[in-house]
Protein backbone atom coordinates (compact mmCIF):
# COMPACT_ATOMS: atom_id res chain seq x y z
CA UNK A 1 0.00 0.00 0.00
CA UNK A 2 2.25 2.26 1.04
CA UNK A 3 4.24 1.59 -2.43
CA UNK A 4 1.01 2.71 -4.29
CA UNK A 5 1.10 6.05 -2.10
CA UNK A 6 4.84 6.89 -2.82
CA UNK A 7 3.98 6.28 -6.94
CA UNK A 8 0.94 8.58 -6.84
CA UNK A 9 3.04 11.77 -5.07
CA UNK A 10 5.56 11.34 -7.09
CA UNK A 11 2.83 11.20 -10.40
CA UNK A 12 1.61 14.00 -8.91
CA UNK A 13 4.60 15.86 -8.22
CA UNK A 14 5.90 15.71 -12.31
CA UNK A 15 2.10 16.63 -13.15
CA UNK A 16 2.32 19.99 -11.78
CA UNK A 17 5.73 20.61 -12.27
CA UNK A 18 4.69 19.94 -16.45
CA UNK A 19 1.45 21.65 -15.85
CA UNK A 20 3.15 24.44 -14.10
CA UNK A 21 5.96 24.80 -16.75
CA UNK A 22 8.36 24.44 -13.58
CA UNK A 23 9.98 21.04 -14.78
CA UNK A 24 13.73 22.18 -14.53
CA UNK A 25 13.00 22.73 -10.92
CA UNK A 26 11.85 19.48 -10.79
CA UNK A 27 14.72 18.11 -12.01
CA UNK A 28 17.33 20.41 -9.59
CA UNK A 29 15.26 19.81 -6.38
CA UNK A 30 15.60 15.81 -7.40
CA UNK A 31 19.24 16.05 -7.62
CA UNK A 32 19.51 18.21 -4.70
CA UNK A 33 17.05 16.04 -2.83
CA UNK A 34 19.13 12.91 -3.57
CA UNK A 35 22.75 14.41 -3.22
CA UNK A 36 21.69 14.87 0.55
CA UNK A 37 20.00 12.33 1.31
CA UNK A 38 23.24 10.67 0.63
CA UNK A 39 25.38 12.97 2.60
CA UNK A 40 22.88 12.03 5.48
CA UNK A 41 22.91 8.43 5.13
CA UNK A 42 26.67 8.56 5.08
CA UNK A 43 26.63 11.02 8.26
CA UNK A 44 24.15 8.98 10.00
CA UNK A 45 25.81 5.59 9.19
CA UNK A 46 29.25 7.28 10.74
CA UNK A 47 27.92 8.03 13.58
CA UNK A 48 26.01 4.86 13.71
CA UNK A 49 29.72 3.27 13.48
CA UNK A 50 31.44 5.56 15.81
CA UNK A 51 28.56 5.07 18.31
CA UNK A 52 28.38 1.07 18.21
CA UNK A 53 31.91 1.14 18.96
CA UNK A 54 31.90 3.07 22.22
CA UNK A 55 28.93 0.48 22.90
CA UNK A 56 31.50 -2.14 22.49
CA UNK A 57 34.43 -0.69 24.29
CA UNK A 58 32.17 0.46 27.28
CA UNK A 59 30.61 -3.57 26.94
CA UNK A 60 34.71 -4.94 26.91
CA UNK A 61 35.43 -2.71 29.73
CA UNK A 62 32.56 -4.40 31.99
CA UNK A 63 30.33 -0.64 31.78
CA UNK A 64 27.64 -1.84 30.36
CA UNK A 65 27.43 -4.82 32.82
CA UNK A 66 27.86 -2.09 35.69
CA UNK A 67 25.02 -0.06 34.28
CA UNK A 68 22.68 -3.40 33.48
CA UNK A 69 23.16 -4.37 36.71
CA UNK A 70 21.92 -0.69 37.98
CA UNK A 71 19.09 -1.34 36.02
CA UNK A 72 18.01 -4.44 37.48
CA UNK A 73 16.28 -3.88 40.10
CA UNK A 74 13.60 -1.65 38.02
CA UNK A 75 13.67 -3.92 35.17
CA UNK A 76 13.37 -7.01 37.34
CA UNK A 77 10.30 -5.02 39.02
CA UNK A 78 8.19 -4.78 35.33
CA UNK A 79 9.25 -8.06 33.96
CA UNK A 80 9.34 -10.45 37.10
CA UNK A 81 8.50 -13.41 34.73
CA UNK A 82 12.10 -13.04 32.68
CA UNK A 83 14.45 -15.91 32.83
CA UNK A 84 18.11 -14.79 33.41
CA UNK A 85 18.85 -14.92 29.35
CA UNK A 86 15.96 -12.69 28.62
CA UNK A 87 16.91 -10.45 31.49
CA UNK A 88 20.18 -9.78 30.17
CA UNK A 89 18.86 -9.14 26.65
CA UNK A 90 16.22 -6.30 28.07
CA UNK A 91 19.17 -5.00 30.34
CA UNK A 92 21.27 -4.55 27.46
CA UNK A 93 18.88 -3.27 25.40
CA UNK A 94 17.77 -0.51 27.51
CA UNK A 95 21.26 0.13 28.15
CA UNK A 96 21.62 0.75 24.39
CA UNK A 97 18.53 2.89 24.29
CA UNK A 98 19.66 4.69 27.20
CA UNK A 99 23.12 5.78 25.22
CA UNK A 100 21.01 6.60 22.07
CA UNK A 101 22.31 3.38 20.23
CA UNK A 102 18.21 2.49 18.79
CA UNK A 103 20.19 0.08 15.74
CA UNK A 104 22.50 -1.36 18.41
CA UNK A 105 19.56 -2.06 21.26
CA UNK A 106 17.33 -4.14 18.10
CA UNK A 107 19.47 -7.60 18.11
CA UNK A 108 19.05 -7.37 22.09
CA UNK A 109 15.12 -6.23 21.71
CA UNK A 110 14.67 -9.36 19.10
CA UNK A 111 16.46 -11.74 21.98
CA UNK A 112 14.02 -10.17 24.79
CA UNK A 113 10.50 -10.51 22.97
CA UNK A 114 11.82 -13.98 22.01
CA UNK A 115 12.20 -14.75 25.43
CA UNK A 116 8.92 -13.05 26.09
CA UNK A 117 7.06 -14.55 23.59
CA UNK A 118 7.90 -18.11 25.05
CA UNK A 119 5.44 -17.24 27.74
CA UNK A 120 2.61 -17.37 25.47
CA UNK A 121 1.44 -17.50 21.94
CA UNK A 122 -1.11 -14.35 22.43
CA UNK A 123 1.50 -11.21 23.04
CA UNK A 124 1.23 -10.71 26.74
CA UNK A 125 1.60 -8.12 28.94
CA UNK A 126 5.22 -7.77 29.58
CA UNK A 127 5.92 -8.06 25.84
CA UNK A 128 3.65 -5.43 25.25
CA UNK A 129 5.57 -3.15 27.83
CA UNK A 130 8.89 -3.95 26.15
CA UNK A 131 7.27 -2.84 22.87
CA UNK A 132 6.19 -0.13 24.66
CA UNK A 133 9.34 0.77 26.91
CA UNK A 134 11.53 0.30 23.37
CA UNK A 135 9.16 3.06 21.43
CA UNK A 136 9.06 5.43 24.21
CA UNK A 137 12.77 4.50 25.03
CA UNK A 138 14.66 7.11 27.19
CA UNK A 139 17.81 8.40 26.01
CA UNK A 140 20.39 10.14 27.90
CA UNK A 141 22.42 11.09 24.76
CA UNK A 142 20.47 11.30 21.60
CA UNK A 143 22.87 10.27 18.84
CA UNK A 144 20.90 10.09 16.02
CA UNK A 145 19.07 13.23 16.67
CA UNK A 146 22.13 14.95 17.35
CA UNK A 147 23.89 13.50 14.21
CA UNK A 148 20.69 14.77 11.93
CA UNK A 149 21.34 18.28 13.49
CA UNK A 150 24.81 18.29 12.64
CA UNK A 151 24.46 17.40 9.62
CA UNK A 152 21.91 20.16 9.25
CA UNK A 153 24.33 22.89 10.14
CA UNK A 154 23.67 23.10 13.84
CA UNK A 155 26.55 24.68 15.71
CA UNK A 156 25.91 22.48 18.57
CA UNK A 157 24.41 19.75 18.11
CA UNK A 158 23.96 18.29 21.83
CA UNK A 159 22.91 21.58 23.07
CA UNK A 160 19.19 19.68 22.90
CA UNK A 161 20.13 17.03 25.62
CA UNK A 162 18.10 18.80 28.44
CA UNK A 163 15.08 18.69 26.62
CA UNK A 164 15.19 15.65 24.63
CA UNK A 165 16.06 13.96 28.41
CA UNK A 166 12.59 15.71 29.75
CA UNK A 167 10.71 14.72 26.91
CA UNK A 168 11.72 11.00 27.13
CA UNK A 169 11.49 10.84 30.89
CA UNK A 170 7.87 12.18 30.35
CA UNK A 171 7.22 9.53 27.67
CA UNK A 172 8.53 6.94 29.49
CA UNK A 173 6.63 7.25 32.03
CA UNK A 174 2.86 7.93 30.43
CA UNK A 175 3.90 4.66 28.34
CA UNK A 176 4.77 2.47 31.30
CA UNK A 177 1.58 3.65 33.19
CA UNK A 178 -0.57 3.56 30.17
CA UNK A 179 0.74 -0.49 29.60
CA UNK A 180 0.24 -1.13 33.26
CA UNK A 181 -2.83 0.54 33.33
CA UNK A 182 -4.38 -0.67 30.62
CA UNK A 183 -2.97 -4.58 31.66
CA UNK A 184 -4.79 -3.77 34.74
CA UNK A 185 -8.18 -3.28 33.21
CA UNK A 186 -7.85 -6.38 31.55
CA UNK A 187 -11.13 -8.62 32.28
CA UNK A 188 -10.82 -11.57 34.93
CA UNK A 189 -9.48 -15.00 33.17
CA UNK A 190 -7.88 -13.04 30.07
CA UNK A 191 -5.11 -14.51 28.95
CA UNK A 192 -1.99 -12.28 30.44
Same mark, same amino acid.
Given at each position: ????VLVLMAA???LCAL? *? &??????TGALSDGASGAARLCLTLCGMIC?? *? &???EVMRRAGLADKLSKLLDPALR?????ADAPTMNALSANVSANLLGLGNAATPMGLLAAKGLAKYGAVAGDSFILLVVINT???QLI???IATVRAAGGAASPFDIMPHVWMASAAS?????????????????GAER
Open positions: MMSWAAIG *T &GSAGALLW *T &GVMRLFPEASLPVTMTAAILSAKLFAARKTP
